[in-house]
């Protein structure tokens, strides 16, 4: 079925060290992508999104780049912190579609202390 | 303000049985969205609903259906329970007329099905 080309892989990372999350979309044609976090037994919550006429997006101690060119994604924090830790799903809204998402598999991130 | 709420928090049913799964979108919003997400694995659209109408609907047979209240409240339905639905599931919630072009989902904490 459709979805966003993620397996699950693991990023462990020192705390305080800065974290990068990749993650391969697959239309050409979406126009709006979003990384939400995940925590055990939660649901997804929204850390930033970006558009398709846009490069970079920040925001607080995140950043997301988007390379339309081969159609790749990336969740930049900063400082990473134990709070971090948790499941990132990248996920994107495909063109004519009315607010559906497509997501990835995610990544988990474990931020050692 | 209370977010997104989803009853119940965990199920257990046997295979072949019916589901039934509620949803009380977040205050101010209007159009709500089902999905199913299995373990380890991102999740996948079911369908939306606004209106009262389901509006779209992603890969899943007729086996799932839904409805929406004139308060806005959803449910899913599951008929014929199999093994794979196993999952969790995810209500996102949100507002037809989102200033800014995103999406404004707000997702509740899921209802956790176990069909045995």
């Known amino acids: 079925g459709e979805s966003v080309g993620l397996h699950l892989p693991t990023l462990s990372v020192q705390e305080g060290d800065n974290s990068i999350i990749n993650c391969a979309y697959s239309?050409?044609?979406?126009?709006?992508f979003i990384w939400y976090k995940q925590e055990s037994g939660k649901g997804p919550q929204f850390i930033i999104d970006i558009r398709s006429n846009m490069d970079k997006r920040q925001g607080q101690r995140v950043t997301v780049l988007l390379n339309k060119t081969v159609k790749h994604l990336s969740l930049q924090i900063a400082a990473t912190q134990p709070g971090d830790s948790a499941v990132y799903f990248c996920?994107?809204?495909?063109?004519?579609?009315?607010?559906?998402?497509?997501f990835g598999t995610g990544t988990l991130l474990a931020v050692q202390p | 303000d209370a977010g997104v709420t989803q009853s119940p928090t965990h199920l257990i049913k046997t295979r072949g049985q019916q589901v039934t799964l509620r949803c009380s979108p977040k205050s101010g919003h209007d159009t709500v969205s089902w999905y199913q997400q299995a373990l380890g694995q991102g999740p996948q659209f079911i369908f939306q609903y606004y209106e009262e109408e389901e509006r779209q609907r992603g890969n899943f047979p007729d086996r799932f259906s839904g409805h929406q209240f004139p308060n806005y409240s959803s449910e899913l339905n599951v008929n014929a329970l199999l093994l794979g639905d196993s999952a969790l599931y995810l209500c996102?919630?949100?507002?037809?007329?989102?200033?800014?072009?995103?999406?404004?989902?707000?997702f509740g904490s899921g209802t956790r099905l176990t069909v045995v």
């Open positions: 996920a994107e809204g495909p063109p004519g579609a009315t607010n559906k998402l497509i």
């Open positions: 996102a919630s949100s507002f037809s007329l989102q200033a800014g072009g995103d999406y404004g989902y707000t």
């Open positions: 239309n050409s044609a979406s126009d709006y």
